[in-house]
C-alpha cells in the first residue's frame, strides 16, 4: 500500500536495492500539448502521473486518488488558461523497463508536466530532461537519485532529511538521552551525519550510534546497547524490518523512538498496541485531521470527498494514509496549477511550463513556508529539494491515527546550515 512509501525512500538513501507491461491508456487530448508546439484552442492540456498499483510490491493508490481529486477541482476552476486538464495515468509497475516505458509516454503523449511521480527502479528523469518536462512533487526515492539532483526536478517532500529533525522531536516527546541506529554502509554516512548534527543542535549530542551490517535480523545487542548506555530517544536510520527490531529489542524500557512517517505500517503501529504511542514521526505537510486549521486542507478534504462520490474507493477517508501520501499528492497539482497559470501569453508547453517555475519565487500553498523554485537547494546531493520544513506527529493507539506532536516546525537547512557555521 502507499503507507510503504517510505520504506522505498529508506532504502534508496541508503543505497540498497529493493525488489522491484504496458503504462495505462489515455483518451485523445486533442492537441499537441508539449513540447515546442502550443496547446490549439479548446484542447485539453495534458498533465501525466507515473506510480505502481496493483503490484506484489508498493503500491500507491491513495496517491493516484488524490491527483485525480486535485485534477477534478482545477477542472472545476476553469482549468489552465481556459484548457480542461487531462490526467493520464502510468503504472510503472515496479519494473524499471516500464518506468522507462511510461517517461517516454510522458514525451510522445506531450505533457506539460508530471506530478506525483514515484519510481524506485530510476531512469525517468533523463528521459524527462531530454524532453524539457518537469517532474512536480516526485517521491525522491529512485536508485539512481536522479530526483534530488535533475535540473526538471521540483520535489516537495523533504523526508529525505528527518534524521536531522528527529532529535529535536524526541527531545520535544520527553526524551533525555539521544542515541541513533544505523547501518554500517558508506551510502549511511549522510544519514547519520544529519542524526548527529540535529542532535548537537539540541544541546544533547548523541551517547552512541551503533552501526549494524544490512542483512542484521537480530537487533538485540543493539538495543542492549543503547538501553545500557541510558539512552531513552533513538534516531532510527533503518528500514522498516531493521525499524520493528529494534523497537522489539528494546522492549518496555527502550524510550522513545523516531522515524519518517510512512515507514512504519499502519498495521504494525495498530498490533503494537499502546507501545506504539512511545513513537514519533517526522512529517512533510500537516495532516488531513487538521483540516479546521488550514483553509487548503480543508479543500484538499472537499476535492477528496467529491472524487470519492464518483465511486473512487481509493479517494476514500479511511484510504488516506498519511499527509506524506495524500497532501504531497494534492499539493503537487496545486504547484502545476499555479505555475502553468502564470505562464505568458497563450503558449502553453511544458518548455514553457519549465522555464516559469525556474523562475517561481515566494509561491504560497498555505500549507508550507512559500517556495522558491528560482534558487536550488544549497545541501549536497539534493539540489533539487525545495520544502526543508517538516513538522512532527505522533501515533494515538486509542484513536490508531497520527496527531501532532505540538504546533512547531523545524527545517532541516535551518538545522543542517547552522551547525555548519
Not at 500500500?1 to 525512500?9: D, S, T, V, W, Y
Not at 486535485?70 to 523497463?97: F, M, P, S, W
Not at 479517494?315 to 505562464?343: C, M
Not at 522555464?355 to 522558491?372: F, I
Request: hydrophobic share 40%; aromatic share 4%.
Amino acid at each position: 500500500m502507499g503507507r510503504r512509501h517510505m520504506l522505498r525512500l529508506a532504502g534508496a538513501a541508503l543505497g540498497c536495492a529493493l525488489a522491484l507491461a504496458a503504462c495505462s491508456e489515455s483518451g485523445d487530448g486533442g492537441g499537441d500539448t508539449g513540447g515546442g508546439a502550443p496547446v490549439s484552442a479548446g484542447a485539453t492540456v495534458k498533465i501525466m502521473t507515473i506510480l505502481p498499483t496493483e503490484t506484489a510490491g508498493s503500491n500507491y493508490p491513495d496517491m493516484l486518488a488524490a491527483t485525480k481529486a486535485a485534477v477534478r477541482g482545477v477542472n472545476a476552476r476553469g482549468g489552465i488558461k481556459g484548457h480542461q486538464v487531462e490526467l493520464v495515468y502510468c503504472n510503472e509497475k515496479n519494473d524499471a523497463t516500464t518506468a522507462k516505458s511510461c517517461a517516454q509516454q510522458a514525451v510522445d503523449e506531450h505533457v506539460l508536466a508530471v506530478v506525483n511521480e514515484v519510481s524506485a527502479t530510476g531512469g525517468i528523469m533523463p528521459i524527462l530532461e531530454a524532453a524539457k518536462i518537469p517532474s512536480i512533487g516526485s517521491g525522491g526515492i529512485s536508485a539512481d537519485q536522479s530526483e534530488l539532483s535533475s535540473p526538471v526536478s521540483f520535489m516537495l517532500s523533504p523526508l529525505t532529511d528527518y534524521p536531522a529533525v528527529c532529535p529535536a522531536l524526541l527531545k520535544k516527546a520527553g526524551a533525555t538521552k539521544l542515541g541513533a541506529v544505523g547501518y554500517n554502509l558508506p551510502q549511511a554516512d549522510r544519514l547519520m551525519k544529519m542524526a548527529e548534527i540535529g542532535a548537537k543542535e539540541t544541546g544533547s549530542p548523541l551517547a552512541l550510534e551503533p552501526r549494524v551490517p544490512i542483512d542484521t535480523s537480530d537487533f538485540t545487542p543493539t538495543a542492549t546497547q543503547l538501553s545500557r548506555a541510558g539512552v531513552n530517544g533513538t534516531v532510527l536510520v533503518v528500514v522498516d524490518q531493521g525499524a520493528y527490531a529494534v523497537i522489539k529489542g528494546g522492549g518496555a524500557g527502550g524510550g522513545k523512538y523516531c522515524h519518517a512517517l510512512g515507514v512504519l505500517s499502519r498495521d504494525w503501529l495498530t498490533d503494537q498496541g499502546a507501545a506504539a504511542d512511545l513513537i514519533v514521526f517526522a512529517s512533510a505537510f500537516p495532516e488531513l485531521s487538521q483540516a479546521g486549521q488550514f483553509p487548503e486542507l480543508a479543500r484538499a478534504v472537499k476535492e477528496l470527498d467529491a472524487q470519492a462520490a464518483t465511486g473512487d474507493a481509493d479517494a476514500a477517508a479511511d484510504r488516506r494514509l498519511s499527509s506524506t501520501n495524500t497532501v504531497g499528492a494534492w499539493l503537487s497539482v496545486q504547484v502545476f496549477e499555479k505555475v502553468a497559470s502564470a505562464i505568458p501569453g497563450d503558449e502553453l508547453t511544458s518548455a514553457a511550463l519549465l522555464d516559469q517555475l525556474n523562475k517561481t519565487s515566494d509561491l504560497d500553498l498555505g500549507l508550507l513556508p512559500p517556495l522558491d523554485f528560482s534558487h536550488p537547494s544549497p545541501i549536497p546531493g539534493a539540489q533539487r529539494l525545495f520544502n526543508t520544513t517538516m513538522r512532527g506527529v505522533r501515533w494515538d493507539s486509542a484513536t490508531k491515527t497520527f496527531v501532532p506532536l505540538g504546533t512547531e516546525t523545524y527545517d532541516a537547512l535551518k538545522i543542517l546550515t547552522q551547525a555548519g557555521s
